[in-house]
């Protein structure tokens, strides 16, 4: 859209938790358009987190959301050409885009996972990315490393 922004839509929160950012992430784990399905997958993993944490203080939800927290990127880096070079320049992320790369991560790579239901795996991602391991983690460094590697062309910014 060239003149305006797209108006955001308002997400429900979800009916368990009451959290709209449970909802953004069974949207991004939704497939074919089966949210309940994505919702039963979710909450399963939570409860499986549950189980298998029990010795930690904090509840199934606050625990995903420090392992979404420690998969969220705080710079990427942008191609950009200059002059018949084309550089990679380091930038901020902004918020809401940073949450739905850690939520595309996390499921992109308990995706990825061995295990035999989607919410084994996703409850496995969610414990690994809690202890700052696992893929979607891993992810997030590189991207930080690649910043770093060139923080040089910074003054190229858009």
Not at 126 to 135: D, H, K, L, T, V
Not at 142 to 156: D, G, T
């Amino acid at each position: 859209m060239r003149k305006a922004k797209p108006k955001s839509r308002i997400l429900l929160p979800d009916p368990k938790f009451n959290d709209v950012l449970v909802t953004r992430f069974v949207n991004n784990l939704m497939l074919d358009g089966k949210k309940s399905t994505a919702f039963e997958i979710f909450y399963d993993s939570l409860d499986i987190v549950g189980a298998k944490m029990k010795d930690n203080e904090l509840s199934p939800l606050d625990i995903w959301k420090k392992a979404l927290q420690n998969v969220t990127p705080q710079v990427e880096v942008r191609s950009r050409r200059v002059g018949g070079a084309t550089f990679q320049i380091p930038q901020e992320i902004r918020e809401t885009r940073k949450v739905a790369m850690s939520m595309k991560n996390m499921i992109l790579f308990a995706r990825k996972r061995a295990g035999r239901s989607m919410a084994d795996k996703l409850s496995a991602e969610i414990m690994a990315a809690f202890n700052e391991e696992g893929g979607a983690f891993k992810r997030k460094e590189e991207i930080h490393r690649m910043a770093e590697a060139n923080k040089a062309f910074s003054h190229f910014r858009f």
